[in-house]
């Protein structure tokens, strides 16, 4: 089986998609001739022409917008957001239109779109290219919001969410996208949306994390195994909204002890949300507070600060400590 | 009833400073030698601070940066008209133009390899920090001139951005509230041909930019971005408008990006060397000085020694760079709000007590 990374999965993905249904069409600044900056989508336009693969004029609100006319008239747009940080101009018709045009219409026009765009630090980028801003599209009724792990992964959730009936907001860890290699079929798959991930079975506490934080909590799950301090089990969310609590909550009751991670600021990220549901549904089986390892309600520093900001596997190594010794 | 024509409009394109050196004398704006001479040294200086910039960037001793070189034309045409009290929007192309306003080759360099300290333009200089959102900022600019008009001042607002940012919305909204509004703002559009790698006829069905005033019922020119004195006739001519009248401007500056979109960019994916070389002849420094030269302003041993002056400051520059201490940990959290708020203090403290554990 060959082993890709995740830019080469994601194009994988988009070019079986394409072949399988012509509806579905890909649009987006420097998707086309270029490839798109990551290079996601790279070759999409010498194969399928312009019309399918369509580079826009500089306007995010205008992209999504157009998607939205797109998908109601029955297309299956694939928008890009060059850095996820650059969305807010789109987050208007996400908000406004994308989310509600369902219920809007009570069903008779739907927005089945996907916007995918690059998240998270990491990348030693320049500012607005490292944010991890996913709770604030969470907090949207009507928006689906999935982040892929790992190449496998990302591979299969993409395909669920090209085919999803409803507007899926896609984000890409910019700093897994070359980062790592899995293995990854060849034939087209789908990973369902709104089902968690078993990574790793454990007994003493529960790691769970979405996106580039996998990794992080996979290899702290590693490290305290090897140190003999905790059989760590190890969840990968994949998909925010919606949430799949019951993966969480029967690994809870399992191990008595959880600690969330995300890059996100603290106040607010989908830890919060995490950890409230622990609560409301397994306070009894609790042997200690949920513990929340995260980015700071700071803005996200430049490249010299980085490693400041964002959770390592040490950080989370000491939150397990201190869950295990409440 | 009979069709007529309502309202017709036509849009002027200036040029003063031809290919060969030579200029229209009705045209040519009023400057003296020693003006002359000092933007021909600025331009220098921005080419030779770009370059070595460039080459810090390939030893990974600075991060991403957007390159300025053939833009020197009309960046630098375009401050040059401006005066210490007016104010400055810049996007995030302007290296050139920030360093005439008085920030220092030291703090963009710091900027530009990630220490945020760099960002400190002070407020004196009346220079906003480097936004890199395209389109964004322009909207700012309208406020600034609000405020200059309001409080009676007579300074003006300078904005740069690029045709890419012509696209998005909050452009449309500034010349549309400037023209509601007549504040005192120079909308300057570097049109370098390339949004990443959409070229100018992708961004927009319209022939120019400079048209587009039209439709906001504000002034808008073209002017050849590679010729200094043209650039520097319409903004000089766009700021008086603008003191005397609080009546905005379109400039569009046509140029050409003869770089990459950034230091990640590879523009040979997309346009052909043929049309970067064609571009390059045009070089704007490369123009004023065959104009220096036949006015007897400059010889071979002035432009080696300017040439040898800017590379002695870059060189300067990067050695006072190099010696700046790393940042603390604790920068992270100083500037979210005035006063720390109870979950920063927090948050600060744990961060530290964790790297503390660490050493």
């Known amino acids: ?326 | 009833m009979p069709i007529r024509p309502l309202v017709s409009y036509s849009i002027e394109r200036v040029e003063v400073l031809r290919e060969d050196g030579t200029v229209d004398e009705e045209l040519m704006p009023s400057l003296s030698a020693d003006e002359i001479q000092r933007l021909y040294e600025h331009m220098v200086l921005t080419r030779r601070f770009d370059e070595r910039m460039f080459k810090l960037q390939r030893q990974g001793r600075l991060g991403t940066f957007a390159r300025v070189t053939g833009q020197e034309g009309a960046q630098i045409g375009a401050v040059f008209a401006l005066r210490p009290d007016d104010w400055l929007v810049p996007a995030f192309r302007e290296n050139g133009a920030l360093l005439w306003r008085g920030i220092t080759m030291t703090q963009l360099l710091q900027y530009w390899s990630g220490d945020e300290r760099g960002g400190a333009f002070p407020r004196a200089l009346r220079t906003l920090p480097i936004s890199i959102p395209v389109g964004t900022h322009l909207l700012h600019a309208v406020g600034i001139g609000w405020a200059m008009k309001e409080a009676g001042e007579d300074s003006a607002v300078l904005t740069f951005f690029g045709e890419g940012a012509t696209s998005t919305g909050d452009f449309s909204e500034a010349l549309n509230m400037a023209g509601v509004f007549q504040v005192p703002v120079v909308f300057f559009c570097q049109n370098n041909q390339y949004a990443i790698s959409v070229p100018f006829t992708r961004q927009t069905a319209a022939p120019t930019v400079a048209q587009k005033a039209l439709g906001y019922g504000i002034f808008g020119v073209q002017v050849d971005g590679n010729d200094v004195f043209a650039v520097y006739r319409a903004t000089r001519e766009a700021l008086e408008r603008a003191r005397s009248g609080k009546e905005p401007t379109l400039i569009e500056a046509h140029t050409y990006r003869v770089t990459d979109h950034t230091t990640s960019d590879d523009a040979r994916r997309y346009r052909s060397d043929e049309e970067v070389a064609a571009w390059l002849k045009r070089d704007p420094i490369e123009r004023l000085a065959h104009y220096m030269r036949a006015q007897g302003f400059l010889d071979e041993a002035r432009e080696a020694e300017i040439a040898a002056e800017a590379d002695r400051k870059v060189a300067e520059a990067v050695e006072a760079f190099e010696s700046i201490p790393p940042p603390e940990p604790e920068e992270i959290f100083r500037h979210v709000f005035a006063q720390k708020t109870r979950p920063l203090e927090e948050q600060e403290a744990a961060l530290l007590a964790r790297w503390e554990r660490r050493r």
């Open chain 1, 1 to 326: 089986m060959a082993r890709l990374n995740m830019v080469e999965a994601i194009d994988q993905c988009l070019l079986q998609e394409m072949q399988r249904d012509e509806r579905v069409i890909v649009l987006g600044e420097d998707v086309g001739r270029d490839g798109g900056v990551f290079r996601v989508t790279e070759g999409l336009f010498e194969r399928f022409g312009p019309q399918r693969v369509i580079d826009t004029p500089l306007a995010e609100s205008g992209i999504v917008g157009m998607a939205i006319g797109m998908a109601i008239a029955g297309f299956r747009p694939v928008a890009e957001i060059q850095f996820s940080g650059f969305a807010y101009p789109a987050y208007d018709q996400l908000v406004c239109h994308a989310a509600r045009m369902r219920n809007r219409s009570r069903g008779e026009f739907t927005v089945p779109l996907v916007v995918r765009t690059p998240y998270g630090g990491g990348i030693r980028a320049l500012e607005h290219h490292s944010e991890s801003m996913e709770a604030v599209f969470v907090h949207v009724p009507g928006l689906k919001v999935v982040v892929p792990a790992d190449p496998y992964e990302a591979k299969g959730l993409l395909a669920s969410a090209v085919r999803d009936p409803d507007p899926v907001i896609f984000f890409e860890p910019a700093r897994v996208y070359r980062a790592i290699r899995t293995e990854v079929p060849e034939e087209p798959y789908t990973i369902p949306l709104g089902k968690a991930r078993m990574v790793r079975e454990g007994r003493d506490v529960t790691l769970i994390a979405w996106g580039a934080q996998v990794r992080i909590i996979r290899e702290a799950a590693e490290r305290l195994a090897a140190e003999g301090v905790a059989e760590a089990e190890v969840v990968d969310l994949r998909t925010l909204s919606p949430f799949d609590h019951e993966t969480v909550i029967d690994s809870v009751k399992k191990t008595g002890r959880a600690v969330v991670v995300h890059e996100a600021p603290r106040t607010g990220g989908f830890g919060a949300e995490v950890s409230a549901q622990i609560m409301e549904r397994a306070v009894l089986h609790l042997e200690a507070p949920v513990v929340r390892v995260t980015g700071f309600d700071t803005v996200p520093p430049l490249a010299k600060l980085e490693d400041y900001y964002q959770p390592d596997v040490e950080a989370v190594v000491e939150a397990v400590r201190e869950s295990l010794r409440f």
